[in-house]
Nanobody
Framework: QLQLVESGGGLVQPGGSLRLSCAVSGFTLNDYSIGWFRQAPGKEREGVSC????????NYADSVKDRFTISRDVAKNTVYLQMNSLKPEDTAMYYC?????????????????WGQGTQVTVSS
């Protein structure tokens, strides 16, 4: 059974950092790419970052480039999203997603498997 579990969210002040984790089971990170998405209240779910099955290809939304870093630990079957210099506009529920689709950086509707999400709130 394929599962994804996010963790690491919380309340942080502007300029602070958080590291989100996406622990997967039922497949390996060499099988499927992983995407991170976020959804703020009243807004559509948007792509944040992704990492390919080889781990060598990563992509980022323009709004998070140079602030967020995606990485993975294949032995732990976990993908991380290091978020630095957080802004209030980064406040959202963050999800990781996967599926048998080629490449990295897809629209949300293309991913069949999702975690339950972890809340990130950036506020003073």
């Amino acid at each position: 059974q394929l599962q994804l579990v996010e963790s690491g969210g919380g309340l942080v002040q502007p300029g602070g950092s958080l590291r989100l984790s996406c622990a997967v089971s039922g497949f390996t990170l060499n099988d499927y790419s992983i995407g991170w998405f976020r959804q703020a209240p009243g807004k559509e779910r948007e792509g944040v970052s992704c990492i390919s099955t080889s781990g060598t290809i990563t992509n980022y939304a323009d709004s998070v480039k140079d602030r967020f870093t995606i990485s993975r630990d294949v032995a732990k079957n976990t993908v991380y999203l290091q978020m630095n210099s957080l802004k209030p506009e980064d406040t959202a529920m963050y999800y990781c997603a996967t599926g048998p689709i080629l490449g990295c950086w897809h629209f949300a509707h293309e991913y069949p498997y999702w975690g339950q999400g972890t809340q990130v709130t950036v506020s003073s």
